[in-house]
C-alpha cells in the first residue's frame, strides 16, 4: 500500500509537470523473475521518477544518501524502499572504509530484491549531468548484477539486464514532454553472462566488471541516440523536421505536430543513417551537414518551422484576416482579465519556486527536480492561504454590511479551487499566448520575406532529396508513410 500510494504521488507530481508523456517497449519485460534497469542520467530526480511510474514491474532504486535528508522527497523514498548509496565525494578519506561497508550493504539489499524476483534501477554514471552522450559509466550496476545472480537460486529465472531510454524536448520547463523508451533485456556472451570466477584475483574481478560496464556503456549510447555534440544533436533534429515537412509538402497532407515517440524514433532514423554514411561517405555527409546548420541558422533568423514555409505569403482571404484579429482579441484582451485570481494566487508560489531552485541547487542540473519537489509543497499553500484570507474577508465583511450572507467555508473553498484551476489556466494560456504570436509572426514573414522564403523551400526540397539518396539501401529503424508521419 506504501509503496503503491508513493507511486500514484509520483504520476500525479510529474503530471503537473510533463504536458505529454508516453512509454514504449513495455512488451520487453519479462513476466518472470527480476533484473535490473539501467539507463543514462540527464535529469536528476525526474529521470527516476518517469522509470518509476511507467515500468510495468515493482521497482527499487538505489540512490545517493544526501536525498534521504530532504523534505517530503525522503519519506517519499523510504516508501518506496529506496535504497541509499554512498558516493566517494561525500565522504572524507577517513571514512572510505565505512562508506564501503554501507555501500556493501546497500548493494546486497539491491541484489537480494534482484533474486526475490523484484527490479532494481541504477543509473551507472553517478551523477546527472547536461551531455548529449552517456558519460563514463562506473562499475556499481556491474558488481549489482553480478551480485543478483550469486543470490539467484538455481530453478529461478535468471535476472535480465534491460536498458531504458529517457528522451526530453526540454527537459527543466514546465509543459514539456518526456518519453520512456524501454528496450528489449541486454544479451550478454560468454563470459560477461557469468559473474567473475570464486578464486579470481581482485584485478582479474575489476576486468571482468569493467567489461560489463563497457557493454552497458555502448548500449547505452544507443538506446539515448547519443550525439558528439549539442550542435550535431540540432543538426539532426533540423533533418527530422526537413524530412517530415518536405514528405507532407509532396503529399499536400497538413499534419499535427509530432508527438515524443515519433520525433524520437524520426530522430534515431537520421542518427542511424548519419553515423553510418560518415564511415562509408564522410566528403559528402560533411557538406550536407554544413548546409543543414546554414539553413537551421536561416529558419532561426526568421522565427519560423520548416512547415511554415509551405503556408500561403498573402493574407488575402478576408476571413483569415479576420480570424487572426479575433485570435489576437481573445488571447491578448478578453482573457487576461480572467487570469487575474490565477496569477495573483500563484505568482508568490512561482516565484518561491523559482528562487529554492536557483539559490539551493548545488548544480544546474539540479534544477528541475527542486522545482518539482518545492512545486508541490508551494502551490498548494499558497491556495490554502488564499482560502485562508478570502473566507476571513467575508467573515469580516458579513460583520461590517449585514446584508453580505457571512459563508467563510464555502467561500474559502471555492478560492481555493479557483486558485488551482487559475494555476492551470494560466499556465496554458502563457503556451497559447505564446502560439499566438507565432502565429502572427509567421504570417508577416511571409508576407515581407517572399524570396527568402521561396529560396529555403528551394533548399529544403534539396536537403531532402539528399538526405533521401544517402539512406537508399540501409536497414533504418520505424516505417515512413506517405504524408510523413514516422511510426514502428
Known amino acids: 500500500m506504501p509503496y503503491r500510494a508513493a507511486v500514484t504521488l509520483v504520476r500525479w507530481v510529474l503530471r503537473l509537470f510533463f504536458r505529454k508523456m508516453g512509454v514504449t517497449g513495455l512488451d520487453n519485460v519479462p513476466e518472470k523473475g527480476g533484473g535490473l534497469v539501467v539507463s543514462w542520467h540527464p535529469n536528476a530526480l525526474i529521470d527516476a521518477a518517469l522509470i518509476l511510474v511507467f515500468f510495468p514491474r515493482r521497482i527499487v532504486f538505489g540512490a545517493r544518501h544526501g536525498l534521504f535528508g530532504w523534505p517530503l522527497l525522503g519519506r517519499l523514498m523510504r516508501a518506496l524502499g529506496t535504497v541509499p548509496i554512498y558516493r566517494r565525494q561525500d565522504f572524507s578519506d577517513e571514512d572510505i572504509a565505512a562508506r564501503r561497508e554501507a555501500n556493501t550493504k546497500s548493494l546486497d539489499a539491491l541484489a537480494s530484491a534482484i533474486a526475490d524476483g523484484a527490479y532494481s534501477a541504477l543509473f551507472p554514471e553517478g551523477d546527472s549531468h547536461d551531455e548529449p552522450a552517456p558519460t563514463e559509466l562506473k562499475t556499481g550496476a556491474a558488481r549489482l548484477y553480478y551480485r543478483a545472480l550469486e543470490l539467484t537460486e538455481e530453478q529461478a529465472p535468471s535476472p535480465v539486464i534491460i536498458p531504458v531510454g529517457l528522451h526530453y524536448d526540454k527537459k527543466r520547463v514546465f509543459g514539456s514532454s518526456a518519453l520512456v523508451a524501454i528496450h528489449p533485456p541486454l544479451a550478454l556472451s560468454q563470459p560477461l553472462a557469468q559473474p567473475p570466477a570464486p578464486d579470481a584475483t581482485p584485478d582479474e574481478k575489476r576486468a571482468h566488471y569493467r567489461g560489463l560496464t563497457d557493454e552497458l556503456e555502448s548500449t547505452l549510447h544507443e538506446v539515448v541516440h547519443a550525439t558528439e555534440s549539442w550542435e550535431q544533436h540540432q543538426a539532426l533534429h533540423r533533418a527530422r523536421k526537413i524530412m517530415r515537412a518536405e514528405r507532407a509538402h509532396r503529399a499536400g497532407a497538413q499534419l499535427k505536430r509530432p508527438d515524443m515517440k515519433e520525433r524520437v524514433l524520426a530522430f534515431s532514423r537520421l542518427r542511424t543513417a548519419y553515423n553510418t554514411r560518415a564511415r562509408t561517405h564522410p566528403n559528402e555527409v560533411e557538406a550536407l551537414y554544413e548546409r543543414v546548420v546554414d539553413y537551421d541558422a536561416d529558419l532561426?533568423?526568421?522565427?519560423?518551422?520548416?512547415?511554415?514555409?509551405?503556408g500561403s505569403p498573402r493574407l488575402a482571404s478576408p476571413w483569415l484576416a479576420a480570424i487572426v484579429v479575433f485570435q489576437a482579441i481573445l488571447v491578448y484582451l478578453l482573457l487576461p482579465p480572467i487570469l487575474i485570481l490565477g496569477y495573483v494566487a500563484n505568482l508568490p508560489a512561482a516565484i518561491a519556486v523559482w528562487l529554492v531552485a536557483r539559490s539551493a541547487a548545488s548544480q544546474y542540473k539540479d534544477e528541475a527536480s527542486l522545482k518539482l519537489v518545492a512545486g508541490v509543497i508551494a502551490f498548494?499553500?499558497?491556495?490554502?492561504?488564499?482560502?485562508?484570507?478570502?473566507?476571513?474577508?467575508?467573515?469580516?465583511?458579513?460583520?461590517?454590511?449585514?446584508?453580505?450572507?457571512?459563508?467563510?467555508?464555502?467561500?474559502?473553498?471555492?478560492?481555493?479551487?479557483?486558485?488551482?484551476?487559475?494555476a492551470y489556466v494560466a499556465f496554458n494560456y502563457q503556451r497559447f499566448a505564446r502560439q499566438t504570436l507565432r502565429s502572427l509572426n509567421v504570417r508577416l514573414t511571409r508576407l515581407r520575406r517572399?524570396?527568402?522564403?521561396?529560396?529555403?523551400?528551394?533548399?529544403?526540397?534539396?536537403?531532402?532529396?539528399?538526405?533521401?539518396?544517402?539512406?537508399?539501401?540501409?536497414?533504418?529503424?520505424?516505417?515512413?508513410?506517405?504524408?510523413?508521419?514516422?511510426?514502428?
Open 300 to 310: 532561426r533568423e526568421l522565427g519560423i518551422q520548416d512547415h511554415e514555409l509551405d
Open 450 to 488: 517572399k524570396r527568402t522564403l521561396a529560396r529555403l523551400r528551394t533548399e529544403r526540397a534539396t536537403l531532402y532529396d539528399a538526405f533521401t539518396e544517402l539512406g537508399r539501401g540501409l536497414d533504418l529503424p520505424g516505417t515512413v508513410a506517405v504524408d510523413g508521419k514516422v511510426g514502428e
Open 380 to 422: 498548494p499553500l499558497s491556495w490554502l492561504v488564499v482560502a485562508v484570507l478570502v473566507a476571513w474577508g467575508n467573515r469580516a465583511l458579513a460583520l461590517i454590511y449585514p446584508d453580505i450572507p457571512g459563508a467563510p467555508l464555502v467561500t474559502g473553498t471555492i478560492a481555493f479551487f479557483l486558485s488551482a484551476v487559475g
